[in-house]
């Protein structure tokens, strides 16, 4: 008994300055952004209780449902994206050829990469009087694009979001992939499976919780992102790519509505809160 | 003969592949370091081949070069800054996360379950929800344009994600090792730091790097934390560049080659260590 308070207090002692401090610059205020978003509170001005008033307030801008959409569409496009590229990408380096790991090594770049020089590597590729899209679609003798403009500005968005994050489910895909029993393979060969059948029906569940982990994971990260945004286009041109980060960081610095901006963090809440516990499931199945 | 000729073909394909693959990943940043390496009257002529090799932009974003000496201009505070401050919090973030995580993977305690879905869940939560109660509690607090405020705010990036890789990082070492240190009258303390922490080095040395990293690459807190120029970071000063009315394209690439940098070579360094941390649940079975 005694045995067992002493490891119990050694517990709490070790553990204790990381959660004291976690409590202190996340779980408070993730419980304060709560508390705030009951109240008018401007910044610079008394905060004034006004019960759900904000939470009306969102669901009567257009804006915020428009941010909705655009948010949902830009996550689940992109997701898939990395998903079936990140899937592409692993199956081929699986092949054995001569170069693979130099194409492992290059095709991982990415991820090691800053968003914020990623966004303005792209911000610079993507210009439209001199960056390197354009000018390749000049050689090829096709009109210039512009890339950040009204009609691209969210596919080019997508598309930078895809460049970065394709290694994260590429690697991830690589490990659960050597995981798979090579008898499998070559049973389903004596029975005469071709290789989609194969790959359906072995691959495919053989690293299914691997690939629901990966893409719930990238659908929260995608989904709460802001820096190739905010770097790119700032929610613009007009508001084709505000989405929901851009939504609540405008609403809290540039009008200084913490109270609104806190409501709509704490609406974003529940979603990543679903995610995250299916995550917690399949990663102790 | 026919089984050999499909045999090229496929090789065939797989190399096709493996080129398009690297084309694809490298293509923007062929241009970032074209860009960078040009004299800036190059850039102009909208080449896609370099023609001269310059390193004036480097100069000039350092602040040695004769022409554009303007307030914000040399990255050389930004550069200190970011390095200064990731190392910070690197530090911090890996010594509370050695001892959380420690008592989370092996030592008993009420809560612990708690606490380690805690820390996956903070991990995994975007920042954008927690971007408004921060800046609100931290000018309340005193800590808003102060780098230890900067800190404090990267630490609840950086510190659920050493915290929850260590507790799986120690949870690999055989506990046979530690009874014994136990029985030779070792306090935890002691096992910690003499029995278990030579056998995690590389975990450890990987997680800490990568919250290096984490750090180095935020852009969240110090946009909304820090509004003086000498206590700013260089993702910050990357966009301040992005901002001008006329963009100056090479300094911008030099800057992002010189902030891509640290990161990417940190990264290959320890990339084999941090890519089975998160979905290693997932991937084992």
Redesign the interface.
């Known amino acids: 008994m005694r045995q067992k308070v002493r490891e119990a207090l050694e517990g709490y002692f070790f553990a204790t300055p990381a959660f004291f401090l976690l409590f202190l610059v996340l779980f408070f205020p993730f419980l304060y952004v709560v508390y705030i978003s009951f109240f008018t509170k401007i910044f610079g001005y008394e905060a004034v209780f006004s019960g759900i008033r904000n939470y009306l307030e969102i669901l009567r801008d257009p804006l915020f449902s428009y941010s909705v959409c655009v948010t949902s569409f830009y996550t689940s496009i992109s997701v898939v994206l990395k998903f079936v590229l990140g899937l592409a990408f692993a199956i081929l380096l699986t092949q054995n050829f001569k170069g693979r790991s130099l194409v492992r090594a290059i095709a991982v770049i990415p991820w090691g990469l800053p968003l914020f020089v990623v966004a303005s590597v792209f911000f610079w590729f993507f210009d439209y009087n001199l960056g390197l899209a354009n000018l390749l679609t000049k050689s090829f003798g096709i009109k210039p694009i512009f890339w950040l403009g009204p009609d691209y500005a969210l596919s080019a968005i997508i598309f930078v979001n895809v460049w970065k994050g394709i290694p994260f489910f590429m690697v991830n895909f690589l490990g659960a992939l050597q995981t798979v029993p090579r008898s499998l393979y070559e049973a389903a060969e004596i029975d005469g499976a071709n290789a989609w059948r194969r790959f359906r029906h072995i691959t495919i569940p053989g690293i299914r919780y691997v690939i629901l982990v990966v893409c719930l994971l990238s659908t929260i990260w995608t989904f709460g992102e802001f820096d190739t945004v905010f770097y790119l286009t700032r929610g613009g041109p007009g508001y084709v790519t505000h989405i929901i980060p851009i939504y609540i960081y405008f609403q809290a610095f540039s009008r200084f509505d913490i109270g609104l901006a806190a409501a709509v963090s704490v609406l974003t809440v529940p979603i990543f809160i679903t995610l995250i516990s299916i995550i917690l499931w399949a990663l102790r199945r | 003969m026919k089984r050999s000729r499909s045999k090229l073909v496929n090789?065939i394909i797989?190399?096709i592949?493996?080129l398009a693959?690297?084309i694809?990943?490298?293509?923007?940043?062929?241009?970032?370091i074209v860009?960078a390496f040009r004299p800036e009257k190059e850039?102009?002529e909208?080449l896609?081949f370099p023609r001269e090799f310059s390193i004036d932009s480097f100069k000039s974003i350092f602040g040695f070069g004769e022409e554009h000496i303007t307030i914000g201009s040399t990255i050389t505070p930004f550069l200190i800054n970011s390095l200064y401050i990731s190392t910070i919090v690197m530090v911090l973030a890996t010594i509370?996360?050695m001892?959380?995580g420690?008592?989370?993977a092996r030592?008993?305690?009420?809560g612990?379950d708690i606490?380690s879905?805690?820390?996956?869940?903070?991990y995994?939560?975007?920042?954008?929800?927690?971007?408004?109660?921060?800046?609100?509690?931290f000018s309340s607090w005193k800590l808003v344009n102060t780098q230890p405020g900067l800190m404090?705010?990267l630490?609840?990036v950086a510190?659920?994600y050493t915290?929850w890789m260590l507790r799986g990082f120690f949870q690999t070492i055989p506990i046979d090792i530690e009874e014994a240190a136990f029985l030779d009258g070792c306090s935890?303390l002691q096992t910690l730091f003499r029995v278990v922490l030579p056998l995690a080095v590389p975990g450890v040395v990987a997680t800490a790097t990568y919250a290096f990293?984490l750090a180095?690459?935020n852009?969240?807190f110090p946009?909304?934390l820090i509004t003086r120029t000498d206590s700013q970071v260089l993702?910050i000063g990357?966009?301040n560049?992005?901002k001008a009315d006329f963009?100056p394209?090479d300094r911008?690439?030099a800057?992002?080659f010189i902030?891509?940098i640290p990161?990417?070579l940190?990264?290959?360094a320890v990339?084999k260590y941090i890519?089975?941390g998160?979905?290693a649940?997932?991937?084992?079975?």
């Open positions: 090789t797989i190399y592949l493996a693959v690297c694809f990943t490298l293509l923007p940043l062929y241009w970032m860009t850039i102009y909208g896609l509370l996360g001892l959380g420690y008592a989370l030592i008993r305690f009420i612990k606490l879905s805690l820390s996956l869940f903070a995994i939560f975007p920042t954008v929800v927690t971007m408004v109660p921060i800046f609100f509690l404090l705010a630490l609840s510190l659920p915290l935890r990293i180095w690459s852009v969240l946009l909304i993702s990357i966009l560049y992005m963009v394209w911008l690439m800057a992002s902030a891509s990161p990417t940190l990264f290959f990339q890519v089975a998160l979905t649940g997932a991937v084992k079975r």
